[in-house]
């Protein structure tokens, strides 16, 4: 059914003035939309510039048929794709490594002998390993005098131009220079998918996971690539004690997230990738927000 927003509102201009609007009716492309998203629709559209207090009032949505293109909240807006597990109490990222410890360091019920009645807060402690989630190593993970997490600039973690290369586990677990080559990836961000994020936080996920082999490392090294990223348990083969994947790559100041996931969402490019830690002093690995951001 076509659905139109009849409203009225009343702008604020932070340089004095106002300007206001009654029984104004729009086209919505849903069945519902926000009042802070019609102001904000009506301010761009037309064009108003030093916009304060916005107030819309006596909304009401009603069917009748389109006349115009609806509003849609999104048009012109990036779309955005989380790449991330959620962490949560007591989750097994890696065998022999610890859960983390989620609870209350202040609960809302304690904190009602501090604050007035009606103001409650809760301050939330956690304890874990840094190598929970989704995480990103930084060259101080392999090596005593690499970067840390505070010394690797913001720009190596943020809008970096991205490409997927698929190799589904089922088809190799060994991700070979075979796998990697007859792509563009200089200069950009290389996730790999193979799928394998589908075992997580199952006994699976900890079984022969997916991995580069050493030349496929030393390959991405050689095309100077910015970042890998990759949606298994480790970028390395764990049945031994070597790790020349992460020595390859960290050596050479190339960044790893391991543990993504959702990467059948994404284009094979066309987006930027983001994975963004805290500013850690002594911290080579912490858990991101791992994001691809695509044009609509």
């Not at 604050?115 to 304890?127: A, C, L, P, R, V």
């Amino acid at each position: 059914m076509d659905k139109r927003v009849k409203f009225d509102f009343e702008f604020f201009f932070t340089n004095g003035g106002s300007i206001k609007g009654e029984d104004f009716r729009l086209d919505i492309a849903g069945n519902d939309i926000s009042d802070k998203e019609l102001a904000d629709y009506i301010i761009e559209d037309m064009r108003l510039l030093m916009v304060g207090e916005t107030r819309i009032l006596n909304k009401e949505i009603i069917t009748e048929p389109h006349k115009r293109k609806p509003i849609d909240q999104n048009t012109g807006k990036p779309l955005l794709i989380d790449l991330s597990h959620t962490i949560e109490d007591g989750l097994v990222t890696y065998k022999g490594l610890p859960a983390p410890v989620i609870c209350d360091y202040l609960s809302r019920e304690a904190s009602k002998d501090i604050y007035e009645e009606g103001t409650e807060f809760q301050i939330g402690k956690i304890e874990m390993v840094s190598n929970t989630g989704t995480y990103i190593d930084c060259p101080f993970h392999r090596y005593e005098h690499g970067k840390d997490l505070s010394e690797v600039s913001l720009e190596a973690f943020t809008d970096l131009d991205g490409i997927v290369i698929r190799v589904p586990h089922d088809k190799s677990k060994a991700i070979t220079r075979e796998h990697l080559q007859n792509y563009e990836v200089r200069n950009r961000a290389v996730l790999i998918h193979t799928g394998w994020d589908k075992h997580w936080n199952t006994e699976s996920y900890y079984e022969y996971n997916p991995y580069l082999t050493q030349e496929a490392a030393e390959y991405l090294v050689s095309c100077n690539v910015k970042l890998v990223g990759i949606d298994s348990l480790n970028i390395d083969d764990t049945r031994g004690k070597s790790r020349p994947v992460h020595t390859a790559l960290l050596g050479a100041e190339i960044l790893i997230v391991e543990h993504l996931c959702n990467l059948e969402l994404l284009p094979d490019d066309g987006f930027t990738f983001s994975a963004i830690p805290p500013k850690f002093k002594g911290v080579g690995t912490f858990p991101v927000r791992a994001m691809a951001k695509l044009k609509r």
